[in-house]
C-alpha cells in the first residue's frame, strides 16, 4: 500500500463532523479555506439520523447550511424547523425523487456534504460527491464490502477530495477521556480490546408508520424512519451490520492503520431469535406474521 492510500485511511478514520466543518482542518489550505470563511454544507437526507446531525450544524457560526436533498417532504420540513428554530436561513430543497441529490452536488455555492442517508446509498452518492469536489462527511456505515472501501480510496486518488468516516461513539466524552488515558500510557501496553454494539433496535426497526418506537409491527412502505429501509438489512443480510460503534474507538486506541493492522476477520451468528420473538409476541404481531 503506498504512503498517500495509508494517509487516506489514517485521516478517514480519526475525522469526524468537527474535522469537516473547521475550516483550519488539515485538508483548509487545498481547498482554500480561510479561518474568517464560513464552509458552505449541504446535507444529502435529512431523516432523523440527517436531522440530528442538522441540529449540531445548526448551533455553530463556523458553517453555512445552504442545501437539503431528501425525497420525502416531511423530513425536507422538518429539517427545515430546525433551521427557523436556530434563526438560520431557509436552506434550498432537492426533494424531486431519489436522484435529486446531483443537482445539489452541482451548487457551486457548497463546499462540503453530509451524507446521512440508507446504507445502500452510501457509495454512490459519497462517490459523486467527492467527483464533483465536495468534501464528503459519510455516516455509518459507507460501504457494504471491502471492494467499496478501496472504491472510495480509488477516487480520492483521483480527485484529492477527502473523505471523512463519521462515527460518534469515537467522540464520546467517556470514550474519549479513555483514549486520553491510553495516550498517557495508564493501561501499558494494550493487548486485547473488545467491542460491540449492544442495542435493542427492535423498536426501532418495526413500528407502526408514525413517529414513534417500540409501536407496531410494521416495516418497508407501511414503516416510520429506519423501519423503512434498515429493517430490510437484517431480513436479508445475517451479520453485524454496524460494526464501527465497536470497532471504532478500539482501532484508535489500539493504532489500527497507523502501526498496527487487521490480518483477518471471523464472523459467527446466532439464529435470529431476538426479532422472532418480539414480532410473535407483539400484540399487533404474531406467529402468522
Known sequence: M???RRNFIKTSAIAGIGALVLPTSIFAKSFNFSTDKKVRIGLIGVGMRGQSNLEILAKRNDVEIVAFADPQPKMLAGGQKILEKYNKPKAQEFGNGNYDYRNLLALPNVDAVLISTPWEWHKPQGLEAMKAKKIVGMEVGGAFDVK???DY????EQTGTPLFCMENVCYRRDVMAVLNMVRKGMFGELIHGEGGYKHDLRGVLFNDGTPSYNSGVEFG???WSEAQWRTGNYVN???ELYPTHGLGPVAVMMD???GNRLLRLSSFASKARGLHDYIVNHPNGGENH
Open 237 to 239: 443480510r445475517n451479520g
Open 256 to 258: 489500527i492503520n497507523r
Open 221 to 223: 412502505e407501511k414503516g
Open 2 to 4: 503506498n504512503s498517500s
Open 153 to 156: 480510496v480509488n477516487v480520492h
Open 148 to 150: 467499496e472501501c478501496w
